[in-house]
């Protein structure tokens, strides 16, 4: 009898803490910390005053993603759960009930076995509201727990979080449109940023104005403007993808929200569809509009800042389009800092006339080696303009800025001339080296450019093919119908042309194609400082695969110390730039240095930003056969200790043994074609994705 007295006072004391925990989140929380501090607050009181639980997490379930935790508090699992019938995650949520699920369950999901060490049991519990369906987990290390202080309470939990989603969706949602407003925007933004860092994937935002609603108002009246912007974005919302979201900021501002995006091309094709539904008339009140608008945008991680400072640099983008407005052919404008300049105050204006001054004798050009990585040969020099200010040598940094597009011009033709008279004094002592010169895309639409570049090869008998011409992308160069013919003409002379800094201005790579170019130079943003951010050398492979595909060469500047340089060799990148190889130096220093030898490429085999080059190579080029031809694969010889980049570093990063032999089995399961091949290739993604971000944090921690 005692003894049940006993039992029923744990079970009476074990509610009352459980009670007592939710009622302190509850209380603790401000009112504005949303559903999200809310259901933080309440997973970490749950574990600081319940010994028996161990790990809390909550998700928010999206249609055709794995189920992953948003927050995940004590045991840090960080599971993958992917929509299976028999999963209990995917029962609680389909059937909308709590349940209870013990760990010894023979037929325990793999994500949960892990667990075992650690927990007996865990509750599962379904809450949410119409569009937001979410997911609350328990664990506890007592066989027994939730049966014994019964799972009325963790019903609470779900009570608590409808309410707290429906007080919020009722604060967050815009009462006109439906669509989320600023209160939602740094949450969602938030979420966005871990998925696209998590996932490798690209994300898009976007600010987008209506042009003239000040004038829409005033002809068609308040309630008229009201149904117009009900109309324009519920057109929106019919033209984005599943991944993407809607956000009204105010009257007749919004913020997009792209998603997932695995490549540039992928912005393009949504802001196409975008641009086709808006070119179709509105009719508002027997009335048809035609509406116009201004959208700006930046893409993560392209451009790295903080969440804050993304939205501000999209804003920045809305207005250089808004200013542009009559001059741009394309439907958006690309965050591109250069742009956000003004050299017309009085104090720079003097500074332009004093290095104006300067370009009539005072120029000279040094040149700077780009290396063939296999051979170790020089494949060309770029020549770069120098300027001598009272004995002192100026870089383009210096000096560019205080330029004109008039002195700009002139400069790069300056370069031209004294670089193919160099061209012609190497060729004459046996020394051959192909000339790169810059040239500003608008330069190149002037016949005089063009018959001034066609006289210099000619005079100096320069060979054509010697000669490259760097375009600097931006400007919207690309969008001019005369861009393809001049650069035909140039083509058409011999003359070899690249594009210089690919990705300052993100423009339209899908376009390249239709361009002659020879080769594309990456913008030196994506190379410096690879070695403590190693997640973008998967962009700098998606761009190698890009530069393939398009059969032209892939040149990466930028390169600045041995250790980045093995890794862009190990990703199969064949052409580099960059100071660990030479500055810009004189043509005398280029002929005693690299026209008459080979340059020394040295391997860093021990680095683990290389080792994370080459099983980012390894995991593309395995999945690509798993997907094509698993049969193909012998196991063994891929998954050999010697070959594979990971063996070396399970002493370094421990966690890696488990996900290297995780991966074996699952390489092993396609191979022999166990279970579903679609969520056996699925798994193989994360877990690629999982090892790749675990190296990557690794680089990082030890910075």
């Not at 061209?423 to 639409?445: C, H, K, M, Y």
């Not at 695969?545 to 059969?551: D, H, R, S, T, V």
């Not at 391997?603 to 190579?617: G, H, M, P, Q």
Request: proline letters at 4%; charged letters at 20%.
């Amino acid at each position: 009898m005692s003894h049940q007295k006993e039992n029923n006072s744990v079970i009476e004391r074990d509610r009352a803490t459980l009670f007592s925990s939710m009622l302190q989140a509850l209380s603790a929380v401000p009112a504005d910390a949303g559903a999200y501090g809310f259901l933080n607050a309440l997973c970490q009181s749950l574990l600081d005053h319940n010994l028996n639980l161990q790990w809390a997490w909550y998700a928010f379930p999206i249609n055709g993603r794995p189920l992953l935790p948003y927050q995940e508090f004590g045991i840090q699992q960080r599971p993958y759960i992917t929509e299976e019938p028999q999963d209990p995650c995917y029962q609680a949520l389909n059937n909308n009930t709590t349940l209870t699920y013990a760990l010894d369950n023979p037929d325990c999901p793999e994500w949960l076995q892990a667990l075992r060490p650690q927990l007996a049991e865990i509750i599962i519990v379904p809450f949410g509201i119409e569009e937001q369906k979410a997911l609350g987990v328990v664990g506890s290390s007592e066989p027994g727990y939730f049966a014994r202080v019964g799972t009325d309470f963790f019903s609470a939990f779900a009570y608590m979080g409808d309410m707290i989603m429906s007080l919020q969706r009722q604060s967050r949602r815009d009462p006109l449109t439906g669509l989320y407003n600023r209160m939602e925007l740094d949450e969602r933004l938030e979420r966005a940023l871990d998925h696209a860092d998590h996932h490798q994937r690209l994300l898009g935002v976007a600010m987008l104005d209506i042009d003239n609603f000040k004038d829409i108002n005033g002809q068609l009246g308040r309630l008229g403007g009201d149904q117009v912007l009900v109309e324009f974005s519920q057109r929106l919302q019919k033209n984005l993808r599943k991944e993407d979201m809607l956000l009204r900021m105010s009257s007749d501002e919004f913020v997009l929200l792209f998603e997932d995006m695995e490549r540039w091309a992928d912005l393009e094709v949504i802001m196409e569809r975008i641009r086709q539904s808006l070119d179709q008339s509105f009719s508002i009140n027997q009335q048809n509009l035609t509406i116009q608008v201004s959208i700006g945008v930046t893409v993560y991680p392209l451009d790295d800042v903080k969440p804050r400072e993304i939205i501000h640099h999209a804003d920045l983008a809305l207005h250089q389009a808004k200013r542009q407005k009559d001059q741009k052919a394309q439907f958006y404008t690309l965050y591109d800092p250069s742009s956000i300049y003004d050299p017309n105050t009085p104090q720079l204006i003097a500074r332009r006339q004093h290095y104006h001054a300067l370009l009539d004798q005072h120029v000279i050009t040094f040149y700077q080696p780009i290396i063939h990585i296999p051979s170790g040969r020089i494949f060309k020099v770029e020549a770069l303009a120098r300027l001598v200010e009272n004995g002192k040598i100026l870089e383009t940094g210096e000096f560019l800025p205080w330029l004109n597009a008039e002195d700009r011009r002139a400069l790069s033709c300056q370069v031209l001339e004294q670089a193919a008279l160099q061209w012609r004094l190497w060729q004459d002592s046996g020394q051959t080296v192909a000339i790169a010169v810059n040239f500003e895309p608008q330069d190149l639409l002037l016949e005089e450019v063009i018959l001034f570049i066609e006289n210099i090869l000619n005079r100096y008998q320069m060979a054509p093919e010697q000669l490259f011409i760097e375009v600097l992308e931006g400007d919207e160069f690309l969008d001019y119908a005369s861009a393809k013919v001049q650069l035909g003409r140039l083509k058409a002379l011999g003359v070899r042309i690249s594009l210089d800094d690919l990705g300052t201005a993100y423009a339209s790579l899908l376009r390249l194609k239709d361009y002659p170019f020879d080769a594309v130079k990456l913008d030196q943003a994506f190379s410096r400082h690879l070695e403590s951010r190693p997640r973008d050398l998967h962009f700098l492979a998606s761009m190698l695969e890009m530069a393939n595909g398009l059969g032209v060469e892939l040149i990466v500047e930028g390169i600045e110390n041995n250790e980045v340089l093995a890794a862009v060799s190990a990703l199969g990148i064949r052409y580099v730039q960059g100071y660990v190889l030479s500055r810009p130096i004189t043509a005398h220093d280029i002929s005693q240095r690299f026209l008459s030898q080979k340059l020394p490429i040295q391997s860093n085999e021990s680095s683990l930003l290389v080792a994370f080059a080459r099983f980012l190579v390894l995991a593309k080029g395995l999945r690509a056969v798993l997907q094509s031809m698993p049969q193909s694969i012998n196991v063994q010889m891929t998954c050999d200790n010697l070959s594979c980049p990971l063996y070396p570093l399970l002493d370094t990063i421990p966690s890696l043994r488990g996900k290297r032999e995780q991966l074996q089995q699952v390489i092993t399961d396609i191979s022999e074609r166990q279970l579903s091949h679609e969520y056996n290739l699925e798994f193989y993604d994360h877990l690629t994705a999982d090892i790749l971000s675990l190296m990557a944090s690794h680089i990082t921690a030890t910075m």
